[in-house]
């Protein structure tokens, strides 16, 4: 799971270094092995990486996405995406539903055609807000996460 995630992140990396993201990683060796649709699987990563990338763009504090791996309880692999970009849109819209998209440019389906195939495979994708990365940084950041 971890080469994968950094093969997929390493696809969208010049757009992260043309912003001065700082990406970090945060998992602890060795992470359980999953069985997983390699391809599905990065196409889904670069849309969660390229929003959190999209949300950062004119921000006025230093760029961060932090990239989780965990194992849960019950031995499934929770991987996070945090951000400290804009923030998740306000709640009477479900970011998840398709043709949702607050970008000029956007498609809006991204996430729906992710969470249909993560759960396709018994998963769950979901967004929250959450506090800040750092004290004084953002105090709401957008986040994900894929299990
Ligand atoms: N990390 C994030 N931070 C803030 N908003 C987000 C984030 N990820 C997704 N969103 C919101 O969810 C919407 C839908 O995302 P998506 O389905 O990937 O479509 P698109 O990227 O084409 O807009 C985005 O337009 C944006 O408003
Ligand atoms: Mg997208």
Do not use: K, W
């Given at each position: 799971m971890v080469d994968l995630i950094r093969d997929a992140v390493s696809l969208v990396k010049e757009d992260a270094t043309?912003?001065?993201?700082?990406?970090?990683?945060?998992?602890?060796e060795p992470v359980l092995l999953v069985l997983v649709d390699r391809f599905q699987v990065q196409q889904i990563i670069m849309n969660?990486?390229?929003?959190?990338?999209?949300?950062?763009?004119?921000?006025?504090?230093?760029?961060l996405l932090r990239i989780c791996i965990r194992q849960?309880?019950?031995?499934q692999?929770?991987?996070?995406?945090?951000?400290?970009?804009?923030?998740?849109?306000?709640?009477?819209?479900d970011i998840f539903d398709a043709f949702v998209t607050t970008k000029k440019n956007g498609m809006g389906i991204g996430l729906a055609i992710s969470?249909?195939?993560i759960e396709a495979h018994d998963g769950q994708l979901w967004a929250e807000t959450i506090?800040?990365?750092?004290?004084n940084l953002v105090s709401y950041s957008g986040h994900q996460r894929l299990r």
């Open positions: 043309r912003q001065s993201i700082t990406i970090e990683y945060d998992y602890q969660l990486v390229g929003n959190a990338i999209e949300a950062m763009q004119g921000i006025d504090r230093p760029p849960t309880a019950d031995r692999v929770l991987t996070e995406f945090i951000d400290n970009g804009c923030g998740l849109p306000v709640h009477d819209i969470r249909s195939i506090r800040t990365l750092e004290p």
